[in-house]
């Protein structure tokens, strides 16, 4: 009978120090992070006209085009840090760069006497444009847990995005017949590319404890930026009339955490 007196005292010391341990709590944490994102498709005219001479008039060979350009899935990479002022609740910084690839379709749907338009429509296909964006966003982040080994979270917050070239260009070329050496033409022209704008991000995930003042991440999120894209036919200047709107581009990112500074959990 003392015997298991004892046995449940014991049990019962080992149980009550254990609720009463706590782990460290991250309060500021630096995080270095990469990931893949999904394409999407980005604009697309039916019916171009198009002519390649230099002076374009009533008279001059036109083809029609078909043309459209799609977002390629991508890579997208930053460092960020987040500065918990609760045990749930923390404001989270970050600037990262999204690549921007572009595949750009063209098809000759009505073919004139000039053989260099067809060849110009045919070497767009090929010509692969491609574009960046570096992003900065700020936000608010919430942990489920501050001091478990395995935390999930949910965040958001706004972005501003910059462009390094503008989304609506549509170059290709031609081989001069004298020299057979390609000539720069566009189908589409940009002169005033859109440069910057303000978008949201959405994110989840959760964060895995490595060691002291290190954790693993993995997050899905929602990068909502403002993209160029035509709306309507362009005339003989190949400047298209153009709008802007939010696009989704759904990224999924591993991450290494950098714990700076914690608030130690209890040791009694």
Known sequence: MKTRSSVVLALF???????????DQPNLVLTVFAGTTAGHGLWSVTGQPYCSETACNVTSPHDTFD?????????IAGVGATFFTSSHVGFHGEVS????????????????????????????NTTGLSSGA???????????SATHAISPYV??????????T????????????????????????????????FGLQLGAGFTSRLGPGYQARLEVRD???????????AGDLREPPKATRLFHHIALVIGIDVVLEKKRGRRY
């Open 97 to 124: 760069y999204m690549k921007l690839g572009f595949e750009d379709h063209c098809r000759d749907v009505f073919a004139s006497i000039s053989p260099r338009n067809a060849e110009i429509c045919a070497r767009a």
């Open 155 to 164: 965040r958001g917050g706004v972005v501003l995005a910059t462009y390094s």
């Open 67 to 75: 043309l459209s350009r799609d977002v390629t899935s991508s890579l």
């Open 13 to 23: 010391l080992v149980g009550s120090a254990a609720s009463a341990q706590t782990g």
């Open 223 to 233: 990068l909502l930026v403002p993209l160029e894209r035509t709306d309507g036919i």
């Open 166 to 197: 503008g989304t609506i260009e549509m170059p290709s070329f031609f081989l001069d017949p004298a020299t057979q050496f390609p000539q720069p033409i566009g189908i589409y022209e940009d002169p005033n590319p859109k440069k910057a704008g």
């Open 134 to 144: 570096v992003v900065f966003s700020a936000g608010v982040l919430f942990r489920a």
